[in-house]
């Protein structure tokens, strides 16, 4: 088929490669565009834009779809027989969802119409969802309320990270979008009544709350696993929990409970088991105790 991708992120990558592995003519491959990172704010491409150009796909970069009237016409004049769109970010007009044959295609990381939105993956964990899984969607105006094509669920294990069911997760979609494409299925309309949201991220959302029960923040901990991460503050220093487990114990919020470095929450405790300080290296508890003790009541905020 002749195609057009649209996606950013990591998550994006297997999809493309699986769908120009398979034969599928890409014609053309949207991504946001290159932007500053790291220390010396270097102009870098996204993932999918790298992934492409090692590809020799060509690569499209707008900053906006909306009111891009050369864009539109550039799209239309691809005569695609689909777009596969997984993680872009960036809201496609009507016009370029009707601009393929059979329209655009959606590679969305939940089951829908659970966890619509910017971070389904992250809310699952958080909400200790038994679930999750890949909905390939006929894309609309609506954020994620387009009729389902096809899904595949995986369990969360107990010990799920963002990371880990991310990676799951982006397997699954490149494989349902190759069947989806082989052999359409018949629309399911959602039921926007059971919809629920999942909200984009940002760095702010890392910092620890005590005052909430142990059980939500050693969600939090694995969810938000790689980024945002999650930090709390112990004087004026700054220390990412990188993993946990809960624990026995009670006291003032944030209040080290024992030598292992057990903190009380709102209910319950939670004893890190991996930190970090600031441009440090992650490393077990007991490791970082060594050179940073840290007392019996000293108190994280």
């Not at 790298?50 to 004049?77: C, I, Q, S």
């Not at 010990?159 to 052999?183: F, M, P, Q, V």
């Not at 030598?259 to 009380?264: C, G, N, P």
Request: charged residues 20%; glycine residues 10%.
């Amino acid at each position: 088929m002749r195609l057009a991708f649209m996606g950013s992120p990591d998550f994006s990558v297997p999809a493309l490669k699986a769908l120009v592995a398979a034969g599928h003519e890409v014609v053309a491959v949207y991504a946001q565009p290159p932007k500053p990172a790291g220390r010396g704010q270097r102009e870098t491409k996204c993932p999918v834009h790298a992934a492409a150009d090692e590809m020799r796909l060509p690569v499209r970069t707008p900053k906006r779809l909306r009111g891009n009237a050369e864009e539109l016409a550039y799209f239309r004049g691809l005569g695609l027989d689909a777009a596969v769109v997984a993680a872009y970010g960036l809201i496609l007009p009507q016009a370029f969802l009707d601009a393929p044959a059979r329209g655009c295609l959606n590679i969305h990381a939940s089951l829908l119409p659970r966890w619509r939105g910017a971070a389904p993956i992250q809310a699952s964990i958080l909400a200790g969802d038994r679930q999750s899984g890949i909905t390939i969607m006929q894309m609309e105006a609506g954020l994620d309320t387009g009729p389902m094509l096809r899904t595949g669920a995986v369990e969360i294990a107990a010990t799920e990270t963002g990371e880990s069911l991310h990676d799951k997760l982006c397997a699954i979609g490149a494989r349902l979008i190759l069947e989806e494409l082989a052999a359409p299925s018949a629309p399911v309309a959602q039921d926007d009544a059971l919809a629920t949201y999942a909200p984009k991220l940002s760095r702010d959302d890392a910092r620890l709350d005590f005052s909430r029960p142990a059980v939500e923040l050693e969600r939090r901990i694995r969810a938000f696993y790689p980024w945002p991460g999650t930090l709390a503050m112990l004087g004026d220093a700054v220390v990412k929990i990188v993993a946990a487990a809960l624990a026995d114990g009670q006291g003032a919020p944030g209040e080290v409970l024992d030598e292992a470095l057990t903190i009380a929450c709102g209910e319950g405790a939670l004893r890190p088991t991996r930190v970090q300080r600031a441009g440090k290296s992650a490393m077990a508890t007991g490791d970082f105790l060594r050179g940073f003790p840290v007392p019996t009541g000293a108190r994280f905020s």
